[in-house]
């Protein structure tokens, strides 16, 4: 699979969470490369202005590359406070890759139950990915329309015990991303998901300090996929405007490959139900889109 021209992405301004390092870093070193501008958003401070910093001293003229802000995407306001710096800096937003996430600790069924401990994955893997993809789409509304990745996982197909609790967010951001195919033709909006395989990342190394724990030793031994393979999958569903609501794994050590949705039962369908589908699919674009103009309006009051 080979990236489209390069020149999608000059002038761009793109949204990344979690980009202070990892996949996130490398992301916006690839889209700065290429001529966009980026808003970076972490809690990680110091490594997000280390980042930043970074991609500025590569700017021409003196000009910024890159801004951060400290953002926690399970609060609105921060995730509002990303996205109104970068229109207020750069001008707008055209792209947001929502990379932040955490993963849990092998043993995680027996730890201590604890409303806290318990809420704090999904909360930032899930939630986050649903406010943010939420004030994204009316920024890149207000601009034109947009392209949103979200950072998902081959563990959104299936995944092993010990990472229960990660296998399930990342089930939910792929059904989210499946279930947003409408906002293309509501607001030009595409949303896509990117779903690697473990890659060389604090994540990955995290996981593998677990070594009490028989899950820590086994993904030491597991193939990883290359972290520039991964950046080209995500930069392959941000450029290609034919890439909407789709589901792009990397795979080791360097295979992207398309995973589709199981197909639709036929218990499910008979001819009146499947005539009333179509008609379902008019009356709720011509009904959501109604529905923008109110939302946009309060978007530009905060």
């Not at 926690?72 to 207020?88: N, P, Q, R």
């Not at 943010?132 to 949103?148: D, P, Q, Y």
């Not at 229960?164 to 906002?183: E, F, P």
């Amino acid at each position: 699979m080979t990236l489209k021209e390069d020149n999608y992405f000059i002038k761009k301004v793109a949204v990344i969470t979690g980009g202070s390092r990892g996949i996130g870093r490398a992301v916006a070193e690839a889209l700065v490369a290429r001529g966009s501008k980026v808003v970076i958003g972490d809690v990680l401070d110091g490594a997000g202005q280390e980042t930043v910093n970074e991609l500025n001293a590569k700017a021409n003229d003196g000009e910024k590359n890159a801004i951060y802000v400290h953002t926690d995407v399970t609060v609105y306001k921060d995730v509002i406070t990303l996205f109104k710096s970068a229109e207020s800096e750069f001008g707008g937003v055209d792209i947001a890759f929502l990379n932040a996430g955490v993963i849990n600790k092998p043993d995680f069924m027996f730890t201590p139950l604890e409303d806290e401990a318990d809420d704090f994955l999904p909360d930032i893997n899930f939630t986050g990915v649903v406010k943010c993809t939420r004030v994204a789409a009316l920024a890149m509304a207000r601009r034109g329309g947009g392209v949103i990745t979200i950072t998902a996982s081959c563990a959104g197909f299936g995944g092993p015990f010990a990472l229960s609790v990660y296998n399930a967010s990342k089930h939910a951001m792929i059904g989210w991303t499946r279930s947003l195919g409408m906002l293309k033709d509501i607001c030009n909006v595409r949303v896509n998901a990117v779903c690697p395989h473990w890659v060389e990342t604090d994540m990955r190394h995290k996981i593998t300090g677990y070594q009490v724990d028989p899950y820590g030793p086994f993904v030491q031994e597991s193939p990883t996929v290359k972290i520039d393979t991964v950046v080209k999958a995500v930069l392959t569903l941000m450029e290609d405007p034919n890439r909407n609501s789709e589901t792009l794994m990397a795979l080791p050590p360097d295979v992207i490959r398309a995973q589709p949705p199981i197909p639709a039962f036929p218990e499910q369908s008979n001819p009146a139900y499947d005539k009333r589908a179509v008609q379902y699919e008019k009356d709720a674009l011509e009904y959501y889109k109604s529905l923008l103009d109110p939302a946009l309006k309060r978007y530009e009051q905060l």
